[in-house]
C-alpha cells in the first residue's frame, strides 16, 4: 500500500502584471485578456492549496515578460509573439537582455518549484509528490469550438500519471464535469511538469496540467471544489 502524495500546487499563468521597469509597449486592454494571463486559475489553485494543505507557487507577473510554463531553452520563453499578438517590447532583445530578465523572473520560479519536489520526495523512499499545475483556455481559439469544461495533460505512456488521470477523469466524470485528457493542449509538450518528469523518475513523480475552461469563470469556485474532490478521491484510491 502506497502513502498519499505529497501534494505540490503552481500556477504559472497566475497574473497579468508588469514589473513597473519593463515596457511590453502593449495597451491595457491586451493585458486584460488570455493573451496575458490565465483568468480563474489562481482562485483555484489557492482553493485547492488551502483545502490540501499543499504549498502553492503562483507566478507574480505576466507570462509576456517570461514564460513560466516554458522551459529555459525553449525559444518561445520570452515571447516575441504570443496567440497571434505582437509583443514590441521582447522583439529585438539581444541574449544578454533575455538572460537577464531570465536570471530575474524565471530562475527563481523553478528553483522554488523543484525545491519543494525535492524537499518532498526526501521525505522516504515512498514519497511520491503529485504536482497540479493549474490553467485556463479559452473556449474557441483560431476558430476551434472547445467544448470541454476542463482538460487533464498528462503522459499517457508513464503508469502513474496514466493512474492518475482516469482517476481523476471519473471522478469529475460522475460529478457531472466535462473533463477530457490531453485537450486543448498535450500534456507532453514543453511545460513545467514535462521539464519535472525525467528529474524525478516516473514511478515517483505525476506532473498534471490542470486546464479549466474561461467559458466558466462565473462558476469558477463550484469547478474548483469538483476538482477538488477528484483529487481527495485520488488519495483515498492511490494508497
Not at 515578460?65 to 516554458?70: A, E, F, I, P, Q
Request: hydrophobic share 45%; with cysteine; aromatic share 6%.
Amino acid at each position: 500500500m502506497h502513502r498519499p502524495f505529497e501534494v505540490v500546487i503552481s500556477c504559472e499563468h497566475a497574473s497579468n502584471a508588469v514589473p513597473p521597469d519593463v515596457d511590453l509597449g502593449l495597451p491595457e486592454d491586451i493585458l486584460e485578456t488570455h493573451v496575458a494571463w490565465d483568468p480563474g486559475a489562481l482562485p483555484v489553485a489557492r482553493l485547492l492549496s488551502r483545502a490540501l494543505g499543499a504549498p502553492l507557487f503562483a507566478g507574480e507577473w505576466t507570462r509576456l515578460l517570461v514564460d513560466l510554463n516554458r522551459s529555459p531553452w525553449n525559444p518561445e520563453v520570452v515571447p516575441a509573439v504570443a496567440f497571434d499578438v505582437p509583443v514590441p517590447g521582447n522583439q529585438g532583445l539581444d541574449a544578454a537582455a533575455v538572460e537577464a530578465r531570465m536570471a530575474r523572473f524565471h530562475t527563481p520560479y523553478w528553483s522554488a518549484v523543484h525545491g519543494e519536489i525535492s524537499r518532498r520526495l526526501a521525505k522516504g523512499p515512498d514519497a511520491r509528490v503529485l504536482h497540479l499545475s493549474i490553467h485556463s483556455f479559452t473556449g474557441e481559439f483560431r476558430g476551434e469550438i472547445r467544448p470541454m469544461s476542463m482538460g487533464i495533460m498528462m503522459d499517457p505512456n508513464q503508469p502513474l500519471e496514466r493512474m492518475v488521470a482516469d482517476i481523476l477523469l471519473a471522478e469529475l466524470e460522475a460529478q457531472g464535469v466535462h473533463a477530457v485528457e490531453n485537450q486543448p493542449y498535450d500534456g507532453r509538450a514543453d511545460a513545467l511538469v514535462t521539464s519535472a518528469r525525467p528529474l524525478y523518475g516516473h514511478e515517483r513523480y505525476a506532473g498534471v496540467e490542470v486546464e479549466l475552461s474561461q467559458n466558466h469563470l462565473d462558476e469558477i469556485e463550484a469547478l474548483g471544489q469538483r476538482l477538488l474532490q477528484a483529487v481527495r478521491r485520488l488519495n483515498l484510491v492511490a494508497e
